[in-house]
T-cell receptor
Framework: EAQVTQNPRYLITVTGKKLTVTCSQN?????MSWYRQDPGLGLRQIYY???????DKGDVPEGYKVSRKEKRNFPLILESPSPNQTSLYFC??????????????FGEGSRLTVL | GNSVTQMEGPVTLSEEAFLTINCTYT??????LFWYVQYPGEGLQLLLK???ADDKGSNKGFEATYRKETTSFHLEKGSVQVSDSAVYFC?????????????WGLGTSLAVNP
């Protein structure tokens, strides 16, 4: 089944404890992206990747890191999480090199709480 | 710059009512337009899209027409069901230059009561 898989789905952690949210897609998509969703703010892009070893900042990259060593994986790293990073996170991928005309496929989301 | 404005929610309707969710955009050139839907506890999924002016996207009884003269892409459904309860996002897509992403509206929550 074609899908984007995120882990963990739910996580409660404490300030400063490094964590990684994994994202994997099995559709051979070139484009991958991370979003956070917050009430009243909609979806905001954190980072995106056009292809392996190519990543770029989105609208809210502060406090996050990403890597794209393989086409299928795009982990989101929070080196030192803070309470303002409490949010619902989505990974997405697209079959086209640029998502402007293509369909985005989303994971089910990872709800992160930082105490 | 590019932007998308959606009507604020929440929208509450009774089953079989007519639905309109307004979406207007600001963009130069000829963007593609999308509606995505997020059902409770799930990720977003594409509902419909239109890539040029006067195109009509349709899916699952929902329709939206790309109207360049009014810069709008309103979502409509003639008879909503309880299962349509979700958050709906309008989005604009550009591939020109460095603008390689979707521009999102804030989302409109829809609740359909039996």
């Amino acid at each position: 089944e074609a899908q984007v898989t995120q882990n963990p789905r739910y996580l409660i952690t404490v300030t400063g404890k490094k964590l990684t949210v994994t994202c994997s897609q099995n559709m051979n998509h070139e484009y991958m992206s991370w979003y956070r969703q917050d009430p009243g703010l909609g979806l905001r892009q954190i980072y995106y990747s056009m292809n392996v070893e190519v990543t770029d900042k989105g609208d809210v990259p502060e406090g996050y890191k990403v890597s794209r060593k393989e086409k299928r994986n795009f982990p989101l790293i929070l080196e030192s999480p803070s309470p303002n990073q409490t949010s619902l996170y989505f990974c997405a991928s697209s079959p086209s090199g640029t998502p402007g005309t293509g369909e985005l496929f989303f994971g089910e989301g990872s709800r992160l709480t930082v105490l | 710059g590019n932007s998308v404005t959606q009507m604020e929610g929440p929208v509450t309707l009774s089953e079989e009512a007519f639905l309109t969710i307004n979406c207007t955009y600001t963009a130069t050139g000829y963007p593609s337009l999308f509606w995505y839907v997020q059902y409770p506890g799930e990720g977003l999924q594409l509902l419909l899209k239109a890539t040029k002016a006067d195109d009509k996207g349709s899916n699952k009884g929902f329709e939206a027409t790309y109207r360049k003269e009014t810069t709008s892409f309103h979502l409509e459904k003639g008879s909503v069901q309880v299962s349509d309860s979700a958050v709906y996002f309008c989005a604009l897509g550009r591939n020109a230059g460095n603008n390689r992403k979707l521009i999102w509206g804030l989302g409109t929550s829809l609740a359909v009561n039996p």
